[in-house]
């Protein structure tokens, strides 16, 4: 099974279950406590994360079908596209936080 395609789906599903039910009791998306000031706060975090893993696995698996990464590297880049999503998001959202803030 295609790696990319399974956390693509499941980025998909946690995203409108995040537009349509937000909830700050799910128990999978990025759980950084600076995230919890509001619920609208924490939708937008979240929806956040969740397009920032969708446009990079897009991005990944464009490369795969140009043969640009072999499967290994493909697999190792959807896990750390996780990662690095995240680390955006709480950047992102940091920076704003500093910006308001003045």
Do not use: E
Request: aromatic share 14%; net charge positive.
């Amino acid at each position: 099974m295609d790696l990319g395609l399974i956390i693509g789906c499941l980025s998909s599903f946690f995203l409108l279950m995040n537009l349509f039910y937000p909830s700050r009791n799910s128990a999978v998306g990025l759980r950084i406590p600076s995230l919890y000031k509001s619920k609208k706060h924490w939708q937008k975090a979240q929806t956040t994360f969740y397009v920032f893993i969708l446009v990079g696995i897009l991005l990944v698996f464009l490369a795969k079908i140009s043969q640009l990464v072999s499967g290994a590297l493909y697999n190792g880049l959807c896990v750390a596209i996780i990662i690095l999503a995240g680390l955006a998001t709480l950047l992102l959202f940091s920076f704003q936080k500093n910006k308001n803030s003045y």
